[in-house]
């Protein structure tokens, strides 16, 4: 197994290795792990040997809540495109059809650190079929952004939640396809996209996901349903002084 530190970025391969999993007041969802290398396992401690030595401090540090952050799973990105903006390269953003890609690494600063932008979340897998039949409508949503010009406001991103954890406490990545919502200055209360209960579709009998999806636009009406967009602000980069009527219309047809 391996080995990482958060802070170091380091793996390497090398046994014997401690972990603390602590799944604690999170029902259902990603545990925090921490580890203790071998390198550390072996090193000199407060503690004496025989009373545990540094995994003896490991353990006290763990739960005196002085451990520090647990481990992220983050897979490496892939490199920004050459025509990608200067902040794109300088952050190192990969964007795919309009859709930033998101690591565990990356998840604080281009989701919480950007506390101004409201941010919609796909997580995912590669081997989920309804995620893939899911991500067409989701490059729909990014690309409705994109055309009514409200993408200095709305942030469109996914995650691959089989090689990222997602550093947020409130994120239940085991049910997928999954859609949070994290408003503009509101990041540690992300909205959940939940089944629609209220539907009739007979697909949704069986599947208790997100069927009920069909399109960029139900993502949208989705969106300002919950109340946290500016719509005002929202026609004014549109051009247009119609989001107020013809938008909340769409949206409320239906319901």
Not at 39 to 55: T, W
Not at 70 to 88: G, I, M
Not at 99 to 111: A, D, K, Q, R, Y
Request: proline share 5%; charged share 25%; aromatic share 8%.
């Amino acid at each position: 197994g391996y080995c990482s530190t958060p802070d170091s970025g380091e793996s390497r391969s090398i046994l014997p290795v401690m972990m603390i999993t602590d799944s604690s007041g999170r029902s259902g969802m990603q545990s925090s792990r921490y580890y203790l290398c071998s390198k550390d396992i072996f090193s000199s401690s407060p503690i004496a040997v025989n009373d545990g030595g540094a995994m003896g401090q490991f353990i006290d540090n763990f739960f005196s809540g002085t451990i520090g952050k647990p481990f992220v799973r983050s897979e490496t990105p892939l490199p920004a495109s050459r025509t990608a903006s200067a902040q794109d390269k300088l952050q190192n953003v990969k964007r795919l059809n309009n859709v930033t890609i998101l690591t565990g690494n990356t998840f604080e600063s281009l989701v919480m650190d950007r506390n101004d932008k409201h941010t919609m979340v796909l997580m995912q897998t590669t081997s989920c079929g309804h995620c893939k039949r899911f991500s067409i409508f989701w490059n729909e949503l990014s690309s409705l952004i994109q055309k009514m010009n409200w993408s200095s406001v709305i942030n469109v991103m996914k995650i691959d939640v089989s090689k990222n954890d997602v550093p947020h406490d409130k994120i239940n990545a085991w049910d997928l396809p999954a859609v949070y919502y994290f408003p503009a200055f509101e990041k540690e209360d992300p909205i959940e996209m939940t089944p629609a209960k209220e539907k009739t579709n007979p697909q949704n009998d069986y599947d208790e996901g997100l069927s009920w999806v069909t399109s960029g636009y139900d993502l949208v009406k989705w969106m300002v349903n919950q109340g946290k967009l500016d719509l005002e602000l929202l026609s004014r980069l549109d051009g247009s002084s119609k989001i107020d009527d013809e938008s909340t219309e769409k949206v409320d047809e239906d319901m």
